[in-house]
């Protein structure tokens, strides 16, 4: 008997995915928004990466957080860093379940403990910013 | 198991995530608004920029969100329908969050 070695191809189906798919469903759709904040994050890591190779001539380094370009590339990027914030807050309780004993530490104390820590070093910061001024 | 590299990116990605979350939207109404509007002179700013503490805070707040933007990137890419791109696209976004921080180094050593 010979062995005919060329491999069955399997017969799964694999489902066509529209490109669109994050488009019919609101739950999808916020997903993908939350996956791309990264973009934002990303992005505004390259400003400062830009804002600190300028950080050596006084007038430009002004001019650059005074252009029109800078402030409205802001005013789209801060929203979305704040929903990366919010939804990254919530998540955490879902991926970090702590046990104090036979106790589950509520959920809403882990995500509560973030909001207060988000509001002291954003309070902080601000402080040390405007005590240099 | 084959070996993966997945656990060391998936913690520089949740590194930057919380970064990310508590660091940048401060940051970013500094100088994306008060500056512009006059709360915060630029001059000031500048002068912060040069201590050394805050060019460690401006080296993580650069670093680890690339970090966080790569790994998420990579992947949301790919759900959008960028597929067949290979080891392409994981080589330009971690390659990317590499470049990144050498120059953020070398910019930060350099002031």
Redesign the interface.
Known sequence: MTVNSTPKKSKELIRP?P?NW?LQKRTYFLF?VR??T??F??G??????I???R??D?QV??GL??SPL??G???I??PM??Y??IT??NLTPKVMVVWRGEERVSPLLIAGS?YV??LM??FL??W???K?? | MAKSNEPGWWSLFSAGGVVAALFLPITMFLTGIAVPIGWLSAESLRGLVHHPLTRLYLLLLISLPLFHWAHRFRYAAVDLGFKGLGGLLPAVCYGGAILGTVMAVFLLVRL
């Open positions: 995915m490109a994050w993908m996956e791309l990264c973009v994050v990303g505004y890591a390259v400003f400062l990466l804002l600190v190779g950080a050596n006084a380094f002004s957080l005074h800078s402030i590339l802001h005013l990027a801060l860093v704040v990366h914030s990254w807050f973030n820590a988000w070093i954003s910061v601000a040390i910013a405007f240099a001024e």
